[in-house]
């Protein structure tokens, strides 16, 4: 068993940056970040997968994800944030298969808001 949990989520303007953090109760080869907005399926942000990051097109050159194996923790720094980045941020953990950034993990976090305004 996997226990996840988020944090940094919150408010900022267009152009602002966040960073969120996952801390995991055991460290994992595989984990990622997820986002999902009212009415819309996950969207697979950026992973993690023993060691290399993957990003969607979408965030590449703006996100980085990283790793910090000593503290079971995986961040998601998120620059020059832009509204469309608002949603609610999932982490998790352990790929059960497919696309790495496709929403087929095994443990799940609670979830963090961001939301950006213009």
């Known amino acids: 068993q996997v226990g996840l949990v988020e944090s940094g989520g919150g408010s900022v303007q267009a152009g602002g940056s966040l960073r969120l953090s996952c801390r995991s109760s055991?460290?994992?080869?595989?984990m990622g970040w997820f986002r999902q907005t009212p009415g819309k399926e996950r969207e697979g942000v950026a992973a993690?997968?023993?060691?290399?990051?993957y990003y969607a097109d979408s965030v590449k050159g703006r996100f980085t994800i990283s790793q910090d194996r000593t503290e079971n923790t995986v961040y998601l720094q998120m620059n020059n944030l832009q509204p469309e980045d608002s949603a609610m941020y999932y982490c998790?953990?352990?790929?059960?298969?497919?696309?790495?950034?496709?929403?087929?993990?095994?443990?799940w976090g609670q979830g963090t808001q961001v939301t950006v305004s213009s």
């Open positions: 998790a953990a352990e790929i059960l298969g497919g696309p790495i950034l496709n929403a087929n993990y095994k443990y």
């Open positions: 993690i997968y023993t060691n290399d990051p």
């Open positions: 055991r460290y994992t080869y595989s």
